[in-house]
């Protein structure tokens, strides 16, 4: 029986508050959110927090923002929670430091079907790209950007009226379900790890 999964979730924009939501919806137990520093905006530089961070707090989840991934003040506090996953969507890339930390590992979603796209803005790639279909790609993270092995992957249509916009919206939903479906599959302790092939 593997332990109980304690959960570390790690994003900052909009789209990853759909899959911070279905975890805590499905009563996961997510320890911390990790998210970038509070930014200064508008005309007067009102400090404004970003939507992952005010989705932990509507749900009372301890935030850490850290400025340096590698500081050993924010690497010992992150030790502290004792986290055996971590869960990507949406943030910076990690120190191997932070990602190689938990027992079971870290896993990123990606917005495409790796090993397509891999990098920034693949979202707007496949439609300046003018491809019909991409998807989103659940995988545990390793040294190079987005080579992971795959766990799960979900393909959705591209129609000829998509923008990013649209487009985006329907891959944070879809997202949501397969960071839910791989966190299931992580706590039943049967889950694929197929290693990428090679990129095309």
């Known amino acids: ?20 939501e279905i975890l805590v919806e499905a009563k996961f137990q997510v320890v911390a959110v990790i998210t ?10 009102k400090l404004t927090f970003s939507p992952v961070k005010e989705c932990a707090l ?14 050993p003040d924010f690497l010992a506090e992150l030790k502290s929670y004792n986290a055996n996953l971590q869960i990507v969507v949406a943030f910076r890339m990690l120190p191997e430091v932070v990602w190689s930390m938990p027992a079971i590992g870290t896993f990123n979603l990606h917005a495409s079907l790796l090993p397509q796209y891999r990098g920034a803005a ?10 019909t279909e991409t998807g989103v790609t659940t995988f545990f993270l390793k ?14 249509s591209i129609y000829e009226n998509d923008t990013v916009g649209t487009l ?30 090679t990129a095309v």
């Open 1 to 20: 029986m593997m332990n109980p999964l304690r959960i570390i979730f790690m994003g900052t924009p909009e789209f990853a508050v759909s899959s911070l």
């Open 36 to 45: 970038a520093p509070d930014k200064p905006q508008g005309r007067g530089q």
């Open 58 to 71: 509507k749900h009372n989840i301890p935030v850490l923002q850290p400025a340096n991934l590698k500081s």
């Open 122 to 131: 693949p979202i707007n790639w496949a439609i300046i790209n003018g491809e």
């Open 143 to 156: 040294h190079e950007i987005d080579t992971g092995s795959i766990i799960f992957q979900e393909k959705e």
């Open 168 to 197: 985006y919206e329907r891959l944070m939903k879809k997202g949501a379900q397969l960071v839910l479906k791989t966190v299931r599959a992580i706590e039943t302790g049967i889950y694929p790890s197929l290693p990428q092939p």
